[in-house]
C-alpha cells in the first residue's frame, strides 16, 4: 500500500508534519494532503518511490509542482 513515505519532494522540501497520500477508491487519482509547516514549493519535483501495479511491474513517476 503506498504511504506518504513513498511520495518524495525534491530540494530537502517536506510535506509537512503529518501529511498523508491516499488513493481514491478506484486507484486512479492520489490525494496528497499536506501536513504542519510544509516546504514544498513550485517547481519542486515531486517523485513516486517504490510503487508498482498491480501486475507487479515497478511504476517510476515524477512531476513538477
Known amino acids: ?8 519532494l525534491n530540494n530537502g522540501h517536506t510535506f509537512g508534519t503529518g501529511a498523508t497520500a491516499v488513493w481514491n477508491t478506484s486507484g486512479t487519482q492520489l490525494t496528497v494532503t499536506l501536513g504542519t509547516s510544509p516546504s514544498v514549493a513550485i517547481g519542486d519535483i515531486v517523485s513516486l518511490v517504490g510503487v508498482s501495479d498491480l501486475a507487479g511491474n515497478a511504476i517510476s513517476l515524477a512531476f513538477s509542482i
Open 1 to 8: 500500500a503506498l504511504t506518504i513515505s513513498n511520495v518524495t
